[in-house]
């Protein structure tokens, strides 16, 4: 096994990335996003792709930037959140789209990374996650085109569970706070989110990196070297650009001051 995971450029990064493959991709809304890897996807020119991620970013910001070029054919995500241009695509059969609920992506993502073909899980019994139904993807009238199957339900101890498939993609993009030679990575605070998920589930996991650490200390390891197989150093202007999805501020109250 290559012992020095580091790539020098974002080419290197993303090497073998082809039209039609899919990704795994880190982040919750715009926190701990690999924005660099993202950008240097979308100036390969591939297309089709196909996203496993939590959300797809916002209008202009994270993976709305694939979306926006009409890179994106499919997404499994939890939630469409208030990127109008992904749900544009979605209402007009642009693009085919899987919601499952976040715990059960965040599971399948696991799953997926740990070998485990399938699991059973409470999240979405009686509802039509499991009953099939959910649009996957629209005609450009708004009519269903094409809509989810429904799954296998098998009860346990008296209680039902739906069966749900783990996740394994062609790559994986994720960011982390450091890195080492080696692919240990260690998250900060909320970025953790999906990014070490993501991480499993990537056959070709590749991670941006904000500081590179000559050594971890294993206790301080959040995700273990041997799921990533690429390490791309970010340049100080690139780690220290972070987006805000949404910037929410207190005024102070009429004729007073906050206090803390």
């Given at each position: 096994m290559r012992r020095d995971k580091v790539v020098a450029t974002t080419a290197e990064a993303l090497d073998g990335v082809r039209d039609g493959a899919s990704f795994a991709v880190g982040g919750f809304g715009l926190s701990g996003i690999p924005n660099v890897l993202i950008q240097a996807l979308h100036d390969t020119g591939v297309s089709g792709i196909g996203v496993v991620s939590n959300n797809?970013?916002?209008?202009?910001?994270?993976?709305?930037?694939?979306?926006?070029?009409?890179?994106?054919?499919?997404?499994?995500?939890?939630?469409?959140?208030?990127?109008k241009e992904f749900a544009r695509q979605y209402l007009s059969g642009e693009l085919e789209v899987e919601l499952t609920p976040q715990g059960s992506l965040a599971e399948r993502l696991r799953a997926g990374g740990a070998g485990i073909p399938a699991f059973y899980t409470l999240a979405g019994v009686g509802t039509p996650v499991a009953e099939g139904g959910l649009p996957l993807r629209h005609n450009p009238d708004g009519t269903i085109a094409m809509a989810s199957p429904p799954k296998e339900v098998r009860a346990f101890d008296g209680r039902e569970y739906v069966l749900?498939?783990?996740?394994?993609?062609?790559?994986?993009?994720?960011?982390?706070?450091?890195?080492?030679?080696?692919?240990?990575?260690?998250f900060h605070r909320a970025a953790r989110n999906f990014n070490p998920l993501a991480a499993m589930a990537g056959r070709v996991t590749v991670a941006e990196v904000e500081e590179l650490a000559e050594h971890i200390d294993p206790d301080d390891v959040h995700l273990p070297g041997v799921f990533v197989q690429r390490v791309l150093v970010l340049t100080p202007e690139q780690a220290a650009d972070k987006s805000i999805e949404r910037?929410?501020?207190?005024?102070?109250?009429?004729?007073?001051?906050?206090?803390?």
């Open positions: 797809c970013g916002v209008d202009g910001g994270g993976l709305g930037v694939l979306l926006a070029a009409g890179r994106i054919a499919r997404v499994t995500a939890s939630y469409i959140g208030d990127n749900e498939h783990g996740i394994t993609t062609d790559f994986a993009l994720v960011r982390a706070a450091r890195g080492d030679r080696h692919g240990n990575l260690v910037r929410t501020i207190t005024p102070p109250p009429a004729g007073g001051t906050i206090t803390r």
